[in-house]
């Protein structure tokens, strides 16, 4: 299998919809030993059946805006696991009210939170477990169309998603001497609890239907299966790409 022994430690389930879910059942799927991050204890009662039914071996609870909360993971996982192989970070945050209306509209306090949850977090995620990442090991985190063209209403999520595919290109960088990789993949809309209460998301499934290439939606199983090629040995000379899994709409023009 693919993915035979390789230990993964996956931040960003909340609940069986989440991407981070279709992502560790492929990786189960294909070998892999799973380890769990979520935010707050509030979301641990819906990760502990989730951990049980995929086999993983421990959760541990870790606040990505929190240098401390992120040691102390890194301390626990060195605890349980030493070296590991595949890192996944699949984890946004934006105020309600910043993903509707006016981008210009967007105060001080919620650029700096968009940023920091769903951008500088991957580079704090990085520096922390670099020490514990095994020398062919692969880091996967989660963008969207909307950080390069305008997407109406993802807005301060739009400029966090640009400062997140940037910050890859840097950290494949230093990760590289290693033989880190870092790739990032670029789903089309899913309707997770993420996308849940976001105004017009039905329409933006729908016009994917319409439009798209493939004339229809992704899954987190199609996200999850390119989450195996980039964490396995398969991608081997792949690092600081952008993959898109969007049944093909960013390749349109008119
Ligand atoms: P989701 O709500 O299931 O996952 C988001 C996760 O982020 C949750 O598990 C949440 O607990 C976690 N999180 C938020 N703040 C955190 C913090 N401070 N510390 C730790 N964890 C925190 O939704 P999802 O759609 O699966 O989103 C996962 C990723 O996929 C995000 O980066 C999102 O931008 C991206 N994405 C989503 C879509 C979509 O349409 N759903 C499309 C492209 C990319
Ligand atoms: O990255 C995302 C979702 C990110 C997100 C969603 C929420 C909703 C609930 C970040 N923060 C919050 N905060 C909340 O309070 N996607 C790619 C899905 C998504 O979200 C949109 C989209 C799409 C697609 C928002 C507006 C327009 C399109």
Redesign the pocket.
């Known amino acids: 299998m693919l993915l035979d022994g390789k230990k993964a430690l996956i ?5 069986e ?6 992502i560790a059942k492929q990786f189960k799927e294909n070998g892999a030993r799973l380890g769990f ?4 204890e509030a ?1 641990k009662k819906r990760i502990d059946p989730i951990s049980e039914e995929l086999g993983g071996e421990f959760t541990l609870q ?5 240098d401390a ?1 992120l040691e102390q993971a890194a301390a626990s996982v060195k605890e349980h696991w030493g070296e590991f192989d595949i890192l996944v ?5 934006a105020n309600r009210d910043d993903l509707q209306g006016r981008f210009i509209d967007t105060s001080r306090d919620g650029f700096k939170l968009a940023m ?3 951008a500088y ?1 991957l580079v704090a995620m990085c520096r922390t477990f670099e020490p514990l990442l095994a020398a062919d090991s692969s880091v996967l ?5 909307g950080s390069d063209k305008v997407v109406a209403n993802y807005n301060v ?1 739009g400029v966090a ?1 640009a400062a ?1 595919e940037s910050s890859l290109r840097y950290l494949a960088v230093d990760l590289g001497e290693k033989g880190v990789r870092i790739n990032a ?12 209460g976001i105004s017009g ?1 039905r329409s933006i499934l729908k016009t994917i239907e319409e439009r798209a290439p493939m004339k229809r939606n992704v899954t ?1 199983e199609d996200v999850g299966k390119t989450a195996v090629y980039l964490a396995s040995d398969l991608s081997s000379g792949v690092t600081g790409e952008v993959v898109f899994v969007d049944s093909g709409y960013n390749i349109l023009g008119m």
């Open positions: 931040f960003g389930v909340a609940n919809r989440s991407i981070a879910y279709g991050s979520y935010a707050s979301i870790c606040d990505v805006t929190d909360s970070h699949s984890i946004a945050f920091d949850v769903s977090s985190t989660m963008t969207y169309y999520m998603k997140l993949i670029s789903a089309g809309p899913i309707k997770t609890l993420a996308a849940s998301f987190t």
